[in-house]
């Protein structure tokens, strides 16, 4: 056994979105974890960090750590736009309907 498998945390612009620890862990033994957030996020630059504290051991069954499938969702701006639009459009329609007093 290798004490600690550590300590996974997920940041966002320096905020905790997550975070996951790892219990003790033997030797060729492997673990798997799905870490995952949101966060509400104004325009401009934003910085996403993954870090992964442990316990040092220098000895031959010190674990390796991996992180893959990292995936950021962001939706596009034109998109966020016809949907806006498409919103006003349906709004529209039924308030001008609402007004003629008409059912189609």
Avoid: C
Wanted: no cysteine.
């Amino acid at each position: 056994m290798n004490d600690s498998g550590g300590n996974f945390t997920v940041f966002m612009d320096g905020v905790t979105l997550t975070e996951y620890q790892f219990g003790s862990i033997y030797i060729k033994e492997l673990q798997r974890a799905t870490l995952s957030g949101s966060s509400e996020l104004s325009a401009g630059w934003h910085t996403l960090s993954i870090q992964v504290d442990r316990p040092y051991t220098a000895d031959e069954f010190t674990p390796y750590h991996y992180i893959d499938n990292v995936a950021v969702s962001v939706p596009e701006p034109s998109s966020m736009a016809l949907t806006g639009l498409i919103a006003a459009g349906v709004l529209g329609r039924a308030e001008r309907r609402r007004m003629a007093g008409s059912p189609t």
